[in-house]
């Protein structure tokens, strides 16, 4: 009896410094270090892909938009919407990262793979603008193997 009184005693307490406390500034997301799409330059050929590059992407060789985007499908592979973490532990960890802080990564699976997906379809485009060789998206992101190295085409 006294253990559960102090589990709400602890409970309480954590939830009363979580009104209380102030935002802060949150810690880059290591994944998905991309600025998002607002903060991006429209060119005409990469209208409407649901992501946008910046300047500093556009600007990019060949080398680097491949190269970025090889880390990034590897990333994506080891999505898997059976293997996600449940719903009451990302609701957990949202509540308690304000009030502890740390990383809101992981929250939103889906929403990042759907984000992650825009910034290659985009890259890729700006691939085929450079004259470069593309990626068959599809084809590689069907690989399950993060041991096989993504070659565009």
Do not use: H, W
Request: include cysteine; proline fraction near 6%.
């Amino acid at each position: 009896m006294v253990r559960f009184r102090a589990q709400i005693f602890v409970v309480a307490s954590v939830l009363a410094c979580g009104c209380a406390s102030t935002n802060v500034d949150r810690p880059p997301n290591l994944v998905s270090d991309i600025p998002p799409p607002s903060e991006g330059v429209t060119t005409g050929a990469l209208q409407g892909s649901g992501y946008q590059l910046s300047e500093e992407e556009l600007k990019f060789d060949c080398n680097k938009l491949t190269g970025t985007m090889q880390i990034r499908i590897l990333q994506m592979r080891g999505y898997d919407t059976n293997k996600k973490t449940s719903t009451v532990a990302r609701s957990l960890q949202s509540l308690t990262t304000p009030i502890f802080g740390g990383t809101k990564e992981g929250v939103d699976p889906d929403g990042q793979y759907v984000k992650d997906r825009a910034m290659l379809e985009a890259y890729n485009r700006q691939l085929g603008v450079k004259q470069c060789k593309t990626f068959d998206l599809d084809a590689e992101l069907a690989i399950k193997s993060t041991d096989v190295t993504p070659t565009p085409r």
